[in-house]
């Protein structure tokens, strides 16, 4: 039987992402063709490391890398493909900014040991760490990991949306693969949730379990959140993909309060702004 690694490591990045207790901004940064919003916008290396750094100036506190798309519908690439559209990446990141926290956003084991050689400090897997290697692999890196879930693939997540309690079902997961995390090695404060916003949820769905985000966190574990511009938002509102920044921020009211939380968007600038603003009068006393 395979030993877990000790659960006391070096320091990482991940471990002071929240400087001054308040959500932490992840900004997204999708080096694909095919992403739902900006698929093709930062397929190249250069264009995506400028935007890295933009993300990065305008307050994110950690830039998520991704080279697969997981839009509904979207079909699966290579492992060597993603591998090569992430790992340049990270690896110029990790030169020109030094001391800034990244995700690499896969599910394959060979991706993300080849991103966390490259400089990542975190994984953020969509399948909830489910190929038994990425356990084992994030621990021996003494790197983070984020949980999600997903019911399904992406290609088919949206034909059952249908929950007894999509709540109770949701978090009982995600504390069954935390509990899998931890017994693998890998510290409890680097183990993230998510929900997985968007990922085989209806909007009624997607609404329980935001409003369900102080209850996660309750639990002792860091929480993501990845509402941003989701469609959700859009079947809501009728706004389009482009216009659906005010939809996401009203999707984020639940994180104020929260110390230990990150949320995954596409315009880290102005919910930075927001957040900070947001938390002002959350705590203010009439």
């Not at 990244?102 to 489910?130: F, H, Q, R």
């Not at 209850?215 to 959700?232: C, D, E, I, N, T």
Request: aromatic share 4%; glycine share 8%.
């Amino acid at each position: 039987m395979r030993q877990a690694p000790c659960a006391i490591g070096k320091a990482n990045r991940v471990d002071s992402v929240w400087p001054d207790a308040r959500p932490a901004v992840m900004g997204i940064l999708n080096c694909t063709p095919d992403s739902f919003s900006d698929g093709g916008h930062f397929a190249d290396s250069a264009t995506a490391l400028a935007h890295a750094e933009t993300m990065l100036d305008e307050g994110a506190d950690l830039i998520d890398v991704g080279g697969e798309s997981t839009r509904p519908g979207s079909a699966p690439v290579s492992a060597a493909e993603e591998r090569q559209r992430v790992v340049p990446v990270i690896i110029e990141l990790r030169r020109r900014r030094p001391s800034a926290t990244i995700s690499v956003d896969t599910s394959k084991p060979e991706v993300a040991a080849a991103a966390l050689a490259a400089g990542a400090d975190l994984v953020n897997d969509v399948t909830g760490a489910s190929h038994p290697e990425m356990l084992w692999l994030v621990a021996e890196a003494e790197a983070g990991v984020v949980l999600m879930h997903m019911r399904g693939q992406p290609r088919t997540m949206q034909q059952d949306t249908h929950y007894t309690d999509v709540v109770r079902e949701v978090h009982a997961y995600l504390l069954e693969r935390a509990a899998a995390a931890v017994a693998s090695g890998i510290p409890p404060d680097r183990v993230w949730l998510d929900p997985g916003i968007g990922f085989g949820k209806d909007e009624e769905g997607n609404l329980a379990l935001l409003a369900a985000l102080p209850r996660l966190a309750a639990h002792g574990h860091p929480v993501v959140v990845g509402p941003s511009r989701k469609s959700f938002i859009g079947r809501l509102s009728g706004a389009p993909v482009e216009r659906r920044l005010p939809g996401t921020l009203a999707a984020l009211l639940p994180v104020l309060g929260l110390e230990r939380c990150a949320v995954r968007v596409h315009e880290p600038g102005a919910v930075r702004q927001f957040l900070a603003i947001a938390a002002r009068l959350h705590g203010a006393t009439p």
